[in-house]
């Protein structure tokens, strides 16, 4: 049975920096992993993406202050977030897609606010 579980989430100050982890479990093979994010009244919205052979895309928005990685197995990723804006509260959603499906995690708020 596959899971995701993300962690990592809190209310930092502008200007500050966390990390979000991601554990998936139950997946083997090789797969595309991503984080998306969802404020309020918004839809949501694709933020880092991590290929396989290590390709790396971004929104533009969060381009230079974002990083997805994984580690050596695999079946965790990060998202280090650093250089925090308000604009970036939202619930930020892991995503594993494996096998032509998608398997999401339950979200973990994310809030930037003096």
């Known amino acids: 049975q596959v899971q995701v579980q993300e962690s990592g989430g809190g209310l930092v100050q502008p200007g500050g920096s966390l990390r979000l982890s991601c554990a998936a479990s139950g997946i083997t093979e090789i797969k595309t992993l991503s984080w998306f994010r969802q404020a309020p009244g918004k839809q949501r919205e694709l933020v880092a993406t991590?290929?396989?052979?290590?390709?790396?895309n971004y929104v533009e928005s969060v381009r230079g202050r974002f990083t997805i990685s994984t580690d050596n197995a695999k079946d965790t990723v990060y998202l280090q977030m650093n250089s925090l804006k308000p604009e970036d509260t939202a619930v930020y959603y892991c995503?594993?897609?494996?096998?032509?499906?998608?398997?999401w995690g339950q979200g973990t708020q994310v809030s930037v606010s003096s």
């Open positions: 991590l290929m396989n052979g290590g390709v790396t």
């Open positions: 995503n594993v897609y494996w096998l032509s499906r998608d398997y």
